[in-house]
């Protein structure tokens, strides 16, 4: 198998030899892997980079595993790549990102490892992964420079750490970070796809943001009036009622009819605070909640029957999807969408693909 | 005058994707995301100064001149 899956629920040490021991034979060039909060992430990286040794390693505190085909917890995920999917894989960490974001160093030793300028990378051929603290606000940035200097992919997703919004971590090479992000451009010798799916579709009214604190994602305004209040309208309520809407009816940054999702989080005063940022003058349409899982189980479907068989899959779902499973107790539905496929990812605290988004899943698929 | 913010944006898109219709796609999905949308451009546009320089700036966050 080119592509193999693991998971351990186990703690440290067991947790890294069981999952070694399931995997035993493969030859992973690359090694991805996602773990609950409840592992010291320093250790459980260092390990994971001596049981493979000759790998790129790579991963993430959760909030929550994704585990071939099955959501989990207090548990570590992993995905093994092995020569016949990644031909090279280069890998680098961006730190100190609560003091501004600085790629250029990053960049620079991926393309020393790459032998090649990002900015000349084939599309078709490289894939970038982003996994980035969940805490540390700089999603946006992040993006927003790498999109600017190169147009290889990057998707991926932001560490939780099961809903405690304490700190996350990052790993790579057997450390772990803080208020960093890692980046890998993996080449892949059969190619990928990225699905990005949400399950929402638009109610027709729009919402312009016209006063706004980017850094504190604090839209105080909507067409000039109190944000909540101006949000309750669109919908139909009274601004007390508004909160508790927020899961079901985020808003969409609209690129043709697809929607870039950005979801409410809390009331502060008369405004909203959102999960990521919206710019002054943004136009954005409130969105109404469709059936989660049978939109994603349609979107991987829909893939099936393209040409190319799928090997794997990295699944990055936003925890506010797993929240819905879970109140809705269909998390077992939703893994069952990936039967028969290698599947791990994580639920995580914001979803990268292109930019910083929210109640998504950018699902990356392994030809 | 008009029509100089469609003209940049188009420019940008054509040097940054040198035809590949993906990474034009993926250019005009950064530009919505830094709060410009090239589809409420077009060439009757008025030249308001305040989104051509924002624009500009775009342009050379991108390594595109215009």
Do not use: L
């Given at each position: 198998m080119p592509i193999t899956t693991a998971y351990s629920k186990r703690c440290l040490p067991d947790a890294v030899e069981d999952l070694k021991a399931q995997c035993a034979g493969c030859k992973p060039r690359t090694v991805i892997f996602f773990a609950s909060s409840k592992f010291d992430q320093t250790e459980l990286s260092r390990q994971m980079q001596a049981a493979f040794p000759d790998a790129c390693v790579a991963g993430c505190s959760t909030a929550g595993e994704i585990a071939g085909g099955k959501m989990v917890g207090e548990s570590v995920s992993a995905i093994l790549l092995d020569e016949e999917i990644v031909r090279q894989a280069a890998s680098a960490v961006v730190e100190n990102l609560r003091g501004g974001v600085w790629v250029a160093g990053a960049l620079s030793k991926l393309e020393r490892q790459l032998h090649a300028s990002v900015a000349s990378l084939d599309t078709e051929r490289y894939v970038g992964l982003v996994l980035i603290?969940?805490?540390?606000?700089?999603e946006e940035a992040l993006m927003e420079k790498l999109g600017d200097l190169t147009d290889v992919l990057f998707v991926g997703g932001s560490a939780g750490d099961d809903m405690r919004f304490r700190g996350t971590q990052v790993m790579l090479d057997g450390k772990a970070y803080d208020d960093a992000a890692i980046l890998l451009i993996l080449e892949l010798k059969r190619g990928f796809d990225v699905i990005k799916t949400q399950s929402f579709r638009s109610t027709g009214k729009t919402l312009t943001a016209?006063?706004?604190?980017e850094p504190r994602r604090l839209v105080s305004e909507f067409d000039h009036k109190p944000a909540i209040e101006a949000y309750a309208e669109a919908l139909g309520v009274p601004p007390r009622e508004a909160a508790a809407l927020f899961m079901k009816h985020p808003l969409g940054l609209m690129v043709d009819r697809d929607p870039f999702v950005r979801s409410p989080q809390r009331v502060d005063g008369r405004g909203i605070v959102f999960y990521c940022q919206i710019k002054q003058g943004m136009e954005l349409e409130v969105l109404e909640a469709t059936d989660l899982v049978a939109h994603t189980r349609q979107a991987i479907d829909a893939r099936k029957a393209a040409a190319h068989p799928i090997s794997g899959i990295i699944d990055f779902q936003c925890i506010l999807r797993t929240l819905q499973l879970r109140a809705e107790n269909r998390c077992g539905e939703y893994g069952a969408i990936f039967d028969g496929i290698p599947t791990a990812g994580f639920s995580t605290y914001g979803e990268a693909y292109l930019g910083h988004i929210n109640q998504t899943s950018t699902i990356l698929v392994f030809r | 005058m008009a029509g100089m913010i469609k003209d940049m944006i188009d420019t940008i898109t054509e040097k940054r994707s040198k035809g590949n219709p993906t990474i034009a796609m993926t250019t005009k999905t950064k530009f919505i995301l830094k709060g410009?949308?090239?589809?409420?451009?077009?060439?009757?546009?008025?030249?308001d100064p305040a989104v051509i320089a924002k624009v500009r700036a775009i342009g050379a966050e991108m390594g595109v001149s215009v």
């Open positions: 603290d969940g805490m540390s606000g700089a016209t006063e706004v604190d | 410009v949308n090239p589809d409420r451009f077009d060439a009757g546009s008025a030249d």
